[in-house]
Antibody, heavy 120, light 113 residues
């Protein structure tokens, strides 16, 4: 059974750095073709893809947020970490991590999401 | 970036009736070497994460009811719910995975009339 779970702070202040951790089970990030990504959704708004890291350490980022994002993986801990610098109230959103099992699919499995509020 | 545009923004359909959602990409997502469209559809019920319904524009995921179908190629795609059920109330998103950055449509909210 594949599961993903996001964890991190629920409240951050403007200008702070957000660190979110995705802890997963049921698959390995050593498997060829596999990738784990982050997607966010502001309240009442659409989904926005942020970043993706693949089994071979290939990293992809949203161009509009690339300067603020870093995605890393720890295959021994089954975790993927997203950091986002210089947080702003407009970054308030539910942040999801999700699995791509291969390049032929979108995101097959999703975590439940973590709501992050940016407020002073 | 490939821009995904969905229409309508929302629609209300009677139970048992057909719902049709459109998705247009700003450039083709058809990968010529395998003749596959790199487009997925997701369903997001209230308070839930998105759920993958369809990949390759028309291939249903395991367990997805056959009242859901996807069609289209190149830049124009459609998700059809042939007979709307109460549990289909949700927001539906298309997403291209042809190229990075991966991009989603703005979503279509489906409600019961």
């Amino acid at each position: 059974q594949i599961t993903l779970k996001e964890s991190g702070p629920t409240l951050v202040k403007p200008t702070q750095t957000l660190t979110l951790t995705c802890t997963f089970s049921g698959f390995s990030l050593r498997t060829s073709g596999v990738g784990v990504g982050w997607i966010r959704q502001p309240p009442g708004k659409a989904l926005e893809w942020l970043a993706l890291i693949y089994w071979d350490d290939d990293e992809r980022y949203s161009p509009s947020l690339k300067s603020r994002l870093t995605i890393t993986k720890d295959t021994s801990k089954n975790q993927v970490v997203l950091t986002m610098t210089d947080m702003d109230p407009v970054d308030t959103a539910t942040y999801y991590c999700a699995l791509r099992t291969d390049s032929y699919h979108g995101f097959d499995y999703w975590g439940q999401g973590a709501l992050v509020t940016v407020c002073s | 970036d490939i821009v995904m545009t969905q229409s309508p923004d929302s629609l209300a359909v009677s139970l048992g009736e057909r719902a049709t959602i459109n998705c247009k990409s700003s450039q083709s997502v058809l990968y010529s070497p395998n003749n596959k469209n790199y487009l997925s559809w997701y369903q997001q019920r209230p308070g839930q994460p998105p759920k993958l319904l369809i990949h390759w524009a028309s291939t249903r995921e395991s367990g997805v009811p056959d009242r859901f179908s996807g069609s289209g190629s190149g830049t124009d795609f459609t998700l059809t719910i042939s007979s709307l059920q109460a549990e289909d109330v949700a927001v539906y998103y298309c997403q291209q995975y042809y190229s990075s950055p991966l991009t989603f449509g703005g979503g279509t909210k489906v409600e019961i009339k």
